[in-house]
Every structure is written in C-alpha cells, then in structure tokens.
C-alpha cells in the first residue's frame, strides 16, 4: 500500500508542476497581448494629441513658424526677431493651449520642431558606415518652435533625436505620414510612448510635432493583470487538480491499489484466487489487467496442479527407466575377462546408449565347447520402443545360436521370428560371427550391419568389404550369404555400431570411418580393452560439447591360439 502511496504522491507532483507551467505560459501569452494592446492604445492616443495640437493653428500660421526657424537656423534672421515672435499675442495664445493640452491628457512632453532631413540623412548614413552608436554630441537636426515641458525648450533652440528613432524618423522623412511602429523608451524622464507626426511642406517633410505620454499607468495595469491572472489561474487550478485528484483515485489509483494487493496476496496466500479482482468496472485497461491478473492466477493454479501431476508421472517414469536402463545393462556381458579359462581368446566389448535405454547390443557366448558366438547389433530409432525390440532380437537370436546351426541359417530363423506381428515396423542390423575355437575358422553373416575392421598379425587394421544382407525384421523368407575368415594368432576384428562413425561435432561434421581406422591404428596391439578405451576418448574429443547422436557400440576380439 505504501508504494502506491507514492504514486499518489508522484502524480500530484507531476500535475502541480503542470497546472504551473500551463499557468504560467498563460499568463505569459496573456501579459504580451495585453501589453502590445495597451502600448497601441497609448501609441495612438499620442497621435491624437498631436492631431489636436496641429488643429490649433490657423491656415498658413504653421507653415509660417516652420520657415522662420528654418531661415533662423540658416542666419538670415537674427534672433530679435524669434524674441518678438514670441512676445506676440498669437505665439503665447498658442504656447497656452499647448500648456493645457499637455496637463489635460497628462503629456510629459509636446513640441513643433524644425526638421532639418538633409542633417537627418547624413547622420543615418554615417551610423550604417561607422555602425552604432555614432557621435550625437554635435547633431542637432531640429530646431524647436514651441515647446511645452517643465524646462521647455525656446524658439530657435536646436536639439538632437533619440538615435533609437533614427531609421524610423529617415522613414517618416520619406514617406510624410506617420510610423505603423511604436515608438517605446525608457530613460531620466521615464516610461513613456512617443508619436512623431510628420508636418509636409512643398511636398516635403519640414517639421515634426512630437508627444510623450508617459506609460506608468500601463506598468500597474500590467502588475495588476500578472497579480490578478496568477491568483486567479491558481484558485481554478486547485479546485480543478482536486475534483480531477478525487476521479483520478476513485477510478485509478483505488483499482490499481485492489490490483496489486491482490497480486501480493496471491503470493503470499499460496496461489489463493484473488476474487475481489471480478468486482472492478472501470471500462478501460485497468479493467482489463484485472481480468487478465485473475485469468492468470486460474491459468497458474491449474497450471501448478498439471505440473504437479506430471512431476509425479515424470518421477515414476523417471524410476522405472532407471529400473530399464540397469536390466538392459544386465542383459549384456559386462564380466571381464568375460572367459577366464579361455586363453585362446580375448574379448571385449562395451555399450554408451544416446538417452536412458538404447536399440544397440552385443553379445558373445559358447554355444559349445569350440565355438564362440560374436553378435554387434542395431535397432531402428531410439529410446523405449528400440529398447524392446532389442530384447526381443537378442534373447532370439542367442537362443537360435545355442540350438545349433551356421550364422546364416540362424538369423534367418530369427527374421522370419521378428517380421511376425511386426506392426510396428521397426527392423535391426545385425553382424553374427561363429569362431572355432580350435582353428581359428571365423564364419560371419552382414545383415545390413556396418563393415567390420580386421586387423592381421604385425599390420593395421583395414576396413573389411564384407557381403551385405539386408535388415531383419521387415521381410520374411529373406536369405542371407555366409562367409568365413582364417584366423591367425595376433589378428583381430573389431565391430561396431554406426553412431561410432557417424558421431558429430558442434559444427555437424561426422566422425566417419577415416579417423575410426586411426583411432584403432594408433596402437594397434593394444589389447582390446585398451583398445576400445582409446577409440572411444578419440570420439568424445571430436564430439567435444555436442550432445552424443546415437548409440555407440563396439566389441573387439583377438586371436590369441598359435
């Protein structure tokens, strides 16, 4: 519980700093609209007071002042003049009604000036050459014709421009009407928006009236919106988070809290189906990991109940192949030496099967007093089903050897045995050799088996094309052709299985007859247990980490009788 506590946590974090940001951002968007509309409406307010101040003057009264100071700038006149224009009726009643204007709408500042463009145009084109900011110490390109401020300025005084309105003003120059831009400065005097108002003589700018109005009003305004939109935003933001805080648990937060208490009593419960779990209706995911947690737990409890059947079945199955595994063992001669008051002879033989029970076998037996029965063979497939048919072929074929008979006529006999009732269709390879004990006459049959390896006294073993027959147990009536081999003392034969040759590698090559000759040659008196022990270490080398592929099955017998 305590976990999900902290999801609680975590999304009233992640929601809080959302609700900020979106504040904030609104607030933002709203304070530049707000602040672009205010400046406009201040803008346009200095253009209409500056309107209002052109309506003041008489037809041809202004023009008239603007040629006077521009004749006085030039010294055509001498400054007397301007000082009795000034003293004049008309030139105070004017100063007056700008005076008024100028309290009335709150103004910092109105003026008339003088413009000189040409003095303007070149100070504009010395700033693009020598770049910003240039020398205004010296640029005064108006001549002021009326002024009203706290220290106002007088008729013929010259002054500068604000450089920030220089490219604008070159603009105004031009065109003759006013900017579609703001004109904003802070400076000593304040916050204020200011209108430029071209005044057009012979179809050129040749004055400017220009109005200040300063913008504190805007600055509370504009605090005001920030103080009042924040405060607002957050009080319809807290009440929102907490109706949305109040869904959110009831429909997410409490079913997931269900969903993983019953999870964990699940666990802890042992495998208890979390019933609880049908009581969630929420339409969404949540719903269906509810649904998909409950059929789980289902799925593995039925699951724990088969797996806990097969584990026993596996068991008991597990028990009697070991009981199967250690009667095939049983069944093959395992007592070595195998004769011991039989020195004419030494024999050896061994059998790794690939799983639990195996279809290879061999066996080796008297079937009287001078002759010894040698039988190496194969079963179809692996496991159980070769397991049996195994014991079916070797208990017949040694109980035809010890009637009596050449190896031809016996396993004749047994494969007329093993094709009855054979719906399996499974088949064996077999090789059966009879030695005479007293001669060394060795008697074979090849019923489809491998070639045996046959080994001369003071030479290598050699590979043995011996005459094939096929398999047993897939064709009654079937004949097969006998032949013998003269043993002397020292020769030997080895037979074997196919899973000796055909053992792979992990990179799926086979161990194939070549390296088997090897094997057996690199000693090649060795006796025959030494012998099989050293083939067999040559085959695990080669195999290395593959699993082994089949049965391997080997038996070897030397001639020891001078």
């Known amino acids: 519980m305590r976990k999900y506590s902290r999801l609680v946590l975590k999304l009233l974090a992640g929601f809080t700093i959302l609700a900020v940001l979106i504040c904030t951002a609104c607030t933002g968007i709203g304070y530049i609209q707000y602040r672009a509309y205010i400046q406009k409406q201040y803008n346009d307010t200095a253009y209409q007071v500056a309107e209002t101040f052109r309506g003041y003057f008489k037809e041809g009264e202004m023009e008239r002042y603007i040629r006077l100071a521009s004749r006085y700038k030039e010294g055509e006149i001498p400054g007397e003049a301007l000082e009795r224009e000034m003293a004049s009726g008309r030139y105070l009643e004017l100063q007056q009604q700008m005076d008024r204007l100028r309290g009335y709408m709150g103004a910092n500042d109105i003026y008339l000036a003088q413009l000189d463009v040409q003095e303007l145009y070149d100070f504009y084109l010395e700033q693009l050459e020598k770049g910003m900011p240039a020398d205004i110490s010296n640029w005064n390109p108006m001549t002021y014709i009326m002024d009203s401020y706290v220290e106002p300025y007088r008729f013929g005084d010259m002054g500068g421009m604000n450089p920030e309105y220089i490219e604008e003003a070159v603009a105004l120059a031009r065109s003759g009407g006013r900017s579609d831009s703001y004109f904003i400065s802070r400076s000593a005097y304040g916050y204020n928006t200011s209108a430029i108002l071209p005044i057009v003589l012979d179809g050129e700018t040749a004055a400017v009236i220009g109005v200040e109005i300063p913008m504190s009003t805007l600055q509370k305004a504009l605090g005001d919106y920030v103080s009042h939109s924040i405060l607002s935003m957050m009080v319809v933001t807290v009440l929102c988070l907490s109706f949305y805080v109040h869904i959110l648990y009831r429909s997410v937060i409490a079913p997931i809290n269900l969903i993983a208490k019953e999870a964990a009593g699940f666990v802890e419960e042992e495998n208890q189906i979390s019933e609880e779990l049908a009581g969630i209706h929420t339409g969404d995911e949540i719903q269906t990991l509810s649904e998909s947690l409950l059929k789980m737990e289902i799925d593995i409890n039925r699951y724990i109940d088969n797996l806990t059947r097969v584990t026993a079945e596996k068991e008991r199955i597990g028990a009697e192949l070991n009981v199967a595994t250690q009667i095939q063992a049983d069944m093959l001669p395992r007592i070595f030496p195998a004769f011991p008051g039989k020195e004419e002879f030494d024999i050896f033989a061994t059998m790794n099967p690939a799983k639990e029970v195996g279809g290879d076998f061999y066996d080796f037996f008297l079937t009287d007093e001078d002759h010894l029965a040698l039988v190496v063979a194969d079963v179809s497939g692996k496991g159980i089903p070769a397991a049996l048919f195994m014991v079916i072929s070797k208990t017949l074929i040694k109980n035809q050897a010890q009637m009596g008979g050449s190896p031809r006529e016996i396993l ?151």
């Open 412 to 562: 004749e006999a047994v494969n007329d045995q093993l094709c009855e009732n054979n719906e399996a269709e499974m088949f064996v390879t077999v090789w059966l050799g009879i030695l005479q004990i007293s001669t060394g006459k060795l008697t074979a049959v090849n019923a489809g088996h491998e070639y045996p390896i046959l080994k001369k006294a003071g030479k290598l073993y050699e590979m043995l094309d011996d005459p094939h027959g096929f398999v047993m147990g897939v064709m009654p009536g079937m004949q097969y052709q006998e032949y013998e081999l003269s043993l002397q003392k020292g020769d030997g034969i080895y037979v074997y299985s196919d899973g000796a040759p055909d053992a792979v590698n992990p990179q799926e090559e086979q161990f194939e007859r070549e390296r088997l000759l090897a094997a057996l040659n690199k000693d090649p008196d060795a006796a025959p247990s030494q012998l099989l022990k050293q083939v067999k270490d040559e085959i695990d080398l080669f195999v290395g980490e593959a699993d082994q592929f089949d049965d391997i099955t080997m038996l070897c017998m030397k001639y020891c009788k001078s």
